[in-house]
């Protein structure tokens, strides 16, 4: 792979994360982590200096063949997929429970998840958007339309919540999906005035110090 951007520090469990700091994926694993008080390494891996240091032989052959972020290596073994790694980090390891015990509360979790995942994040991921600006596109004005379209439904979904986060009052794997989503939305300059609910649990939620701690300007790799 090539030089690292920043020196990687050691830690006992040996857990590498390959990520980059303004990757939504890459934030909702450092949310999970940090919300279950897990030490890991931090492996910068740039998606757009030298033409994207996913894209490179050894990181496309040893770590992620999907040539995306982020990738984990734990337990002796390589993760990729931020809900695959989550879910992963909740039946391996201890802290904060990001599942509730109520199957109706944990099937709402994963419904808001999936919401996320596969209704809004990869309409406007960056190998979309730079397809979608070198056929004459504005790429800002799409994400903006698409991340739009996606919280009018999720805003919907929130009907009658009145809980300080997105499923109950303890955080759970929504609610690390959602903070990086609302990140993206401001990038875009989404007007978010429009959907109260979900910014009044994006407030609740970046004023936890985990959450500040895996925010993308407090990465060892932000610009």
């Given at each position: 792979m090539d030089e690292p951007v920043a020196k990687r520090v050691?830690?006992?469990?040996?857990?590498?994360?390959?990520?980059?700091?303004?990757?939504?994926?890459?934030?909702?694993?450092?949310?999970?982590?940090?919300?279950?008080?897990?030490?890991?390494?931090?492996?910068?891996?740039?998606l757009v200096k030298n033409g994207g240091m996913h894209h490179s032989k050894e990181y496309v052959d040893t770590l992620n063949p999907m040539q995306?972020?982020?990738?984990?290596?734990?337990?002796?073994?390589?993760?990729?997929?931020?809900?695959?790694?989550?879910?992963?980090?909740?039946?391996?390891?201890?802290?904060?429970?990001?599942?509730?015990?109520?199957?109706?509360?944990?099937?709402?979790?994963?419904?808001?998840?999936?919401?996320?995942?596969?209704?809004?994040?990869?309409?406007?991921?960056?190998?979309?958007?730079?397809?979608?600006?070198?056929?004459?596109?504005?790429?800002?004005?799409?994400?903006?339309?698409?991340?739009?379209?996606?919280?009018?439904?999720?805003?919907k979904t929130f009907n009658q919540v009145d809980s300080q986060y997105c499923v109950g009052d303890k955080v759970t794997i929504a609610d690390c999906f959602l903070v990086p989503q609302v990140y993206n939305a401001m990038r875009f300059k989404v007007e978010m005035e429009q959907f109260p609910i979900i910014s009044r649990i994006n407030k609740n939620l970046i004023e936890l110090e985990q959450f500040k701690s895996a925010h993308p300007s407090a990465q060892i790799d932000a610009e």
């Open positions: 050691k830690t006992d469990d040996d857990i590498i994360l390959y990520s980059y700091w303004r990757s939504s994926c890459s934030y909702r694993v450092r949310i999970a982590m940090e919300m279950k008080g897990i030490k890991y390494e931090y492996e910068p891996v740039h995306q972020v982020p990738s984990v290596r734990i337990d002796g073994f390589i993760l990729t997929q931020s809900v695959a790694i989550i879910e992963y980090l909740e039946e391996t390891r201890g802290g904060h429970k990001l599942l509730p015990a109520e199957p109706r509360d944990r099937a709402r979790v994963r419904m808001i998840v999936e919401i996320i995942n596969s209704g809004i994040q990869p309409l406007q991921n960056l190998k979309l958007l730079k397809m979608w600006e070198e056929n004459g596109g504005d790429k800002m004005e799409y994400g903006k339309q698409v991340i739009t379209e996606g919280f009018r439904g999720l805003e």
